[in-house]
């Protein structure tokens, strides 16, 4: 799932150098803290969320085929 989400993230913004991804997990359930730099999080996050809800939905379909759950937040910096 973080290598997915770091590989999304940096398809979207001009700084790649500055995407980090961190996980944690607790059971069958994954959690992912996305961070951007300020310049790239319109990107990232997308009209009205668009974009961060499209990325929570193909993290979900690769998650459920690994039988887990995945959580993504897109924190700012």
């Given at each position: 799932m973080k290598v997915l989400t770091e590989f999304i993230a940096k398809a979207l913004v001009?700084?790649?150098?500055q995407v980090e991804v961190t996980q944690s997990r607790q059971g069958n359930r994954v959690r992912l803290e996305l961070r951007v730099?300020?310049?790239d999080m319109g990107r990232v996050i997308g009209k009205n969320?668009?974009?961060?809800?499209?990325?929570?939905i193909l993290?979900?379909?690769a998650a459920e085929r690994e039988g887990q759950q995945v959580?993504?937040?897109?924190l700012e910096p």
């Open positions: 001009e700084n790649t150098d730099s300020k310049d969320g668009r974009v961060a809800n499209a990325v929570r993290l979900r379909v959580t993504l937040d897109v």
